[in-house]
Every structure is written in C-alpha cells, then in structure tokens.
C-alpha cells in the first residue's frame, strides 16, 4: 500500500502540472510561440538584446531626418560674416579700393563708409600725432582727419621761472601751415630770459 501510494502522488503531481498550463490556455507549444512571437516585437520595435531601444538619433518621432549638426540657426554667425564680407566687397567694386593707401582705414564718404578723409595718402588718417610741413596728397594739412588744422607752434611768449625760460614760438605774425616765419627760442639769462631767433616751417595736422 506504501509502495502504491508514492505512485498515486506521482501521477496526482504530473497531472497537475500537465492540466494547469492547459487550464490556463497556455501550453508548452503555446509559450514557445508566444515567446517567439516577443523576439520578432523586438525585432521590430528596434530593441537589441540587453533590451535596450536602438534608434537613429536623426529620425525625429514622425519619421522625418532631423537637419545635421552645425546647420541651420547655428551657423548664423558665419553666414551674417559671409554677407558682410560680399557687401564689403561689392562696395570696393562699386567705388573702387577702399583702402587705397593701406592705411588701416576705409575711404570716407561715397559706398565705403570709412573715415579716412583723404585714402591715397597713408600718412593721413584719424589718430595722426605726427606734424608736417607738406600738404598731403589730397592738398590738405588735416592729416588727423578731425576737420581742422592744428598748428605744431603758436605764439613766442617767453618766461622766466626759477632755473629755467618757456615760452618758445613764432614772432607775430604766426605763418599758417607749411609758411615759414622767425622762430624764437627762450634762453635763460641772469634772472631774465634772452631770446635767439631762426627760421623755421610750421608744421599742422
């Protein structure tokens, strides 16, 4: 009876674990398909085998390319500098070199837009520190392009102070620029100041 009663449970077991997959509408054949049946979802849906999603990062949600890095408004910059440098050009060709004395500095006036007021003299351009007794090229003593004429020397008008005499000029009248006129240069006497004359050029910017 032992013996027959161990052989009962066996079969109670087996038929049990055969019964309920069937029971449940899901046999062995069952699971196997349903299992294949997951692999080619996979397959499709792009999931690799760690179950991760692979994806072209390119292809946006509707199916579209996505434009390439580095276009698009990324690249305004260098298109606003492109346009500038074919308007700069194309107002050179308009109105010829705009730098003609290579200066640094844009002609003034006309499609250059620059501030150069005369571009065939290198010497004439806004920031000039330096005098000159020659007109420049354009026939003007503005070398500094400031709209003016600033002479190099006024007036003599010497000064005695401690050690020392100021006051170094032209006599009156004062030559305008490029004019030469007697120059008079202070010298320090006993307790006075002693003046010795030459002829000298003015010089403007």
């Given at each position: 009876m032992k013996a027959m009663g161990g052989w009962a449970r066996w079969v109670v077991f087996a038929a049990t674990w055969g019964i309920a997959p069937a029971a449940c509408g899901l046999d062995v054949q069952g699971l196997e398909a349903a299992d294949g049946g997951r692999d080619e979802l996979d397959?499709?849906?792009g999931l690799d085998a760690a179950g991760a999603q692979s994806f072209d990062a390119a292809v946006t949600l509707d199916g579209s390319k996505a434009p390439p890095m580095g276009h698009g408004h990324?690249?305004?910059?260098?298109?606003d500098a492109a346009e500038d440098a074919v308007s700069l050009d194309a107002a050179g060709e308009a109105g010829g070199s705009c730098d003609q004395d290579g200066d640094g500095h844009l002609a003034a006036g006309g499609t250059c837009h620059g501030d150069d007021c005369c571009d065939t003299d290198a010497q004439a351009h806004p920031g000039q520190t330096s005098f000159f007794e020659q007109p420049d090229h354009c026939g003007s003593f503005d070398y500094d392009c400031d709209g003016k004429l600033t002479p190099q020397y006024g007036a003599v008008?010497?000064?005695w102070?401690?050690?020392g005499c100021s006051g170094d000029g032209f006599q009156s009248p004062t030559p305008s620029c490029g004019a030469a006129g007697t120059y008079d240069t202070c010298n320090l006497g006993f307790f006075t100041c002693n003046t010795s004359n030459t002829t000298r050029v003015q010089g403007c910017r």
């Open positions: 397959a499709a849906s990324g690249d305004d910059a260098s298109e008008s010497c000064s102070y401690g050690f």
